[in-house]
């Protein structure tokens, strides 16, 4: 009887084990089993390079070239923001902070690290839209900048806590042993724990970026939300994350601009994919290169 | 030898702390130019502790005090105007595991002194050469200086960072267990290699085999539990102790 | 010299990053905390919008939120830990553990909103199961699998292997030395990796603006298929749907600083009760 409950619980644990697998699978299946008929209106080349997003029009045009340029706009300016201010931060944790202010300062940021999107998005609304617009002399402050800079400062902990990480990792022999012979703490820094860490802070801003691109909420409300080609950073962008979100509600079931917006998910889902893929590469080099010494 | 050597370190009534805990006290201890000084006793009893204060490594240890003063030629090298980088560039260290960057093995033995300064190409691969030929490595990687130094093997690995301590020009080298991890081939070539290197630099070495202590020095302090129990030329530790306990310690009764 | 100028600029750098980083957090939280506060009161916690939005409070979308939290833990605690055992108990072979591995990180790098089309297509559609608590529960708790899973196979491996082996030279099973020793060993570990999840699904908007989530009800959701209010949605709704924005964006702020109390309360004890079980841990 007990061997019988030992295999019963062996094999569920089977089955739980695959359970994250089970569901990539199904989320993968399902996307682009739902993405499918528009690349049968919509050649999958003309919907990737297609300048021109009028889904309800008729005929309708499903060109998502200006929402993947939104994105990447978008995420652009917030990697400018969060990368230096995240690994300067980190920096300034590990080198820096004693350790009272270390021990203040590492909760603080993980705990903020936890403030919801929509938040941020709130904020990027009632406060810093408003100040662009009066900055710039905008007709709208909801804009590329504005989302950029709130996705920018959402993106901040995450950041500063994956180098952290990856800072903490560098084996401290190898600064001290920096330090004896005669190098100051800046070159030490410089010269051997940050090529040390480097492929796992490539890492974090990678996943930095990958994160961006999937952010919904945050451009949702403040990107502005025009469906055109690009030009600057003071203009309303619709990102593709903010196009499926605010049209899912409105797209009938089944329809062409249905399909459409799991088409957007499709393209989504493998951009972040290669990201993640990415930093998993990269990282796996950082284990790699200082895998001997761990 | 014989003919009193000069005193090129020396320690005065130092104690040291972590945090409240008292780990080293009162130690006074001369260490002779052209001389190896082995560091002897028990896991434990501090002597690691104390070889890095002579290069001011524990200056890292977030809530630790000195006690006492270190002389270095004559100079208390704890007085705030002293340039830490300037006292570890004159005083360098091997540490207990081999620590090469993961860089090649060039830019590892050229570090100290490409942080100095140099950057003459040429002026680096002599230094480096030179370094090496020192350590008696030079034979063996000569053809792949430019490979990443964690494929060497460790005793390579630990000769490497030797050669990387002397591209700096030091006066005094500090081993800290230096053939803890490696095995008895390696650990003797370590060993010749310590002993060629007397002639140039003034050595301390720290170690928990007594043989090689007995092997390599020409003094011996023998410390516990944080105290100076006994210092003095190897031979005279060994053979004839004056006290009890080293005596105990070195026929194997405790450690 | 020169190290040491290029020393001083660089910390210098860092230190500003620091300040730049804390006055921008800063400033978010206080401007919430100061304009939300004034609209905070018993009434608002206890009490229902009214006037199309533009009065009373969100007692239901709090009520809500808690609902789509509980569901979603009843999703991804069974299946997380079940998982952690499977990969820390289990030892299975080598590409299997590391096809497992690969799917957890690149679950937990899936965007929010593809999560909430999953949700629609397989659960609101295919299983006709509407728009519901139960679609959006379903939905959270695939999305917080992954940090759930991680944060189990921490505390599974925090617990010493040599009890595992004692355990099984006494002549325990396998599964009675998961269930007398490794379990009740990492029980508070996986607690916290549940309470972390919880701060986590709280805040999510964007998975269940198609699966559970609905601007106004009257009332309380009284089953599992009925649809809900939540407080990040209800966030969203008060700034972009109504009719009378000025009068919502006061709302908007109080509803912003309770779903941040909520949210950076549960984080803080989570956060809290890992830092002492490292500690316990000897890390």
Redesign the interface.
């Known amino acids: 009887m007990?061997r019988y409950?030992?295999i019963f619980?062996?094999w569920?644990?089977?089955?739980?084990?695959?359970?994250?697998?089970a569901?990539?699978?199904?989320?993968t299946l399902?996307?682009f089993k739902?993405a499918l008929p528009i690349f049968k209106h919509t050649p999958f080349w003309a919907f990737i390079s297609g300048q021109f997003w009028y889904p309800t029009y008729e005929p309708p045009d499903f060109g998502i070239l200006p929402l993947i340029l939104a994105s990447f706009l978008v995420t652009l300016g917030a990697v400018v923001v969060a990368a230096?201010?995240?690994?300067?931060?980190a920096?300034?944790?590990t080198?820096?902070a004693g350790r009272r202010q270390r021990a203040f300062?590492k909760?603080l940021?993980?705990?903020?690290a936890?403030?919801?999107?929509?938040?941020?998005?709130?904020?990027g609304?009632?406060?810093l839209a408003p100040f662009f617009q009066k900055a710039f002399q905008l007709p709208t402050g909801l804009c590329a900048l504005t989302a950029s800079l709130t996705l920018g400062?959402m993106s901040?902990?995450f950041i500063?806590s994956l180098v952290e990480d990856a800072l903490s990792v560098v084996p401290r022999m190898f600064r001290e042993a920096s330090l004896a012979l005669g190098?100051?703490?800046?070159?030490t820094?410089?010269r051997v724990v940050i090529p040390a860490a480097g492929s796992g802070i490539s890492t974090a801003v990678i996943?930095g970026i990958?994160?961006s691109?999937?952010?919904?909420?945050t451009v949702?409300?403040v990107a502005g939300g025009a469906a055109v080609i690009p030009k600057s950073f003071l203009q309303p962008v619709r990102p593709m994350?903010a196009t499926?979100?605010a049209e899912?509600?409105e797209a009938p079931?089944g329809s062409a601009h249905y399909h459409a917006?799991?088409g957007i998910?499709a393209v989504?889902?493998v951009l972040?994919?290669i990201?993640?893929?990415l930093a998993?590469a990269v990282c796996q080099r950082f284990r790699q290169k200082l895998g001997s010494k761990l | 030898m014989e003919n009193k050597p000069s005193v090129r370190l020396q320690t005065i009534q130092v104690s040291f702390f972590y945090g409240e805990k008292k780990v080293l006290h009162n130690i006074s201890l001369d260490i002779y130019q052209n001389s190896v000084t082995a560091i002897i006793g028990p896991s434990g009893c501090g002597k690691s502790t104390f070889i890095r204060l002579l290069n001011r490594m524990n200056d890292l240890i977030p809530g630790s005090r000195l006690q006492g003063t270190i002389m270095l030629d004559g100079q208390d090298i704890y007085q705030p105007q002293v340039n830490v980088v300037e006292l570890r560039r004159k005083v360098g260290m091997v540490f207990q595991k081999p620590n090469p960057f993961p860089k090649s093995i060039f830019e590892n033995v050229a570090y100290g002194p490409v942080?100095k300064?140099t950057r003459d190409r040429l002026l680096l691969q002599n230094i480096v050469e030179q370094s090496l030929r020192k350590s008696a490595l030079w034979e063996e990687v000569k053809d792949r200086l430019y490979e990443n130094a964690l494929t060497l093997s460790g005793g390579q690995q630990q000769r490497l960072c030797i050669a990387r301590c002397l591209a700096v020009e030091p006066e005094v080298i500090l081993f800290d267990e230096p053939c803890a991890s490696l095995d008895p081939i390696a650990t003797q070539r370590i060993e010749e290699l310590i002993t060629e290197l007397k002639k140039e630099y003034t050595i301390v070495i720290v170690t928990h085999n007594m043989q090689q202590a007995a092997r390599v020095s020409d003094y011996t302090a023998f410390f516990w539990l944080g105290e100076l129990v006994e210092f003095g030329r190897t031979e005279k530790i060994f053979t004839v102790p004056e006290n009890k306990r080293t005596e105990e310690y070195l026929a194997g009764k405790f450690g | 010299m020169?190290?040491?100028i290029?020393?001083k600029i660089?910390?210098s750098?860092?230190?500003?990053?620091?300040f730049?980083?804390l006055f921008?957090?800063g400033?978010?939280l206080w401007?919430?905390a100061i304009r939300g506060y004034r609209v905070i009161s018993w009434e608002f916690l206890t009490t229902g919008p009214r006037e199309a939005m533009t009065e009373g409070g969100v007692a239901p979308a709090i009520i809500g939120t808690f609902y789509l939290v509980l569901g979603s833990l009843i999703i991804s605690g069974?299946?997380g830990?079940?998982?952690a055992?499977?990969?820390c108990?289990?030892n299975?072979p080598g590409p299997i553990a590391n096809?497992?591995k690969?799917?957890?990180?690149?679950?937990a790098?899936?965007?929010?909103?593809?999560?909430?089309?999953?949700g629609?297509?397989?659960f609101v559609?295919f299983f006709k199961f509407g728009v519901s608590l139960l679609s959006g529960s379903l939905t959270l708790g695939?999305l917080s699998?992954?940090l759930v899973?991680s944060s189990c196979q921490e505390a599974l491996l925090a617990v010493p292997h040599s009890w595992r082996e004692a355990s099984l030279a006494l002549g325990a099973?396998?599964?009675e030395t998961i269930k007398r020793v490794v379990l009740p060993a990492a029980f508070p570990g996986i607690l916290t990796g549940f309470i972390l999840s919880v701060?986590?699904v709280?805040?999510?908007?964007?998975p269940i603006?198609?699966t559970a989530a609905t601007f106004y009800m009257r009332g309380y959701p009284n089953s599992i298929f009925s649809e809900v209010m939540a407080l990040?949605?209800h966030?969203?709704a008060l700034?972009?749907e109504g009719i009378y924005p000025e009068k919502q964006?006061p709302i908007?702020?109080g509803c912003?600083l309770v779903?941040?109390i909520v949210?950076?309360s549960i984080?803080?004890v989570a956060?809290?009760l890992r830092?002492r079980y490292r500690i316990a841990h000897g890390e």
């Open positions: 007990n409950k030992e619980f062996h569920l644990f089977v089955v739980l084990g695959f359970s994250a697998l569901f990539l699978l199904a989320i399902l996307i739902e230096p201010l995240g690994i300067g931060t920096l300034y944790l080198e820096l300062l909760p940021l993980e705990i903020l936890g403030v919801p999107s929509v938040v941020y998005g709130f904020f609304m009632v406060v400062i901040i902990p500063c190098a100051n703490h800046w070159q820094l410089t996943l990958s994160r691109i999937g952010e919904t909420m949702l409300m994350t499926i979100a899912m509600a079931f917006l799991f998910a989504l889902f972040t994919l990201f993640n893929v998993e | 942080v300064g | 020169r190290p040491e290029s020393q660089g910390f750098l860092f230190k500003l990053s620091l730049i980083t921008f957090l400033t978010i401007f919430i069974p299946l830990v079940g998982c055992i499977y990969l108990e289990y299975p096809i497992i690969a799917s957890i990180n690149n679950l790098g899936v965007p929010s909103v593809v999560f909430g089309l999953f629609l297509g397989v559609k695939i699998l992954p899973i099973s396998r599964l701060g986590r709280a805040g999510e908007t964007a603006m198609f990040p949605y966030l969203y700034m972009t964006v908007a702020y912003a779903l941040l949210v950076l984080s803080t956060i809290i830092h």
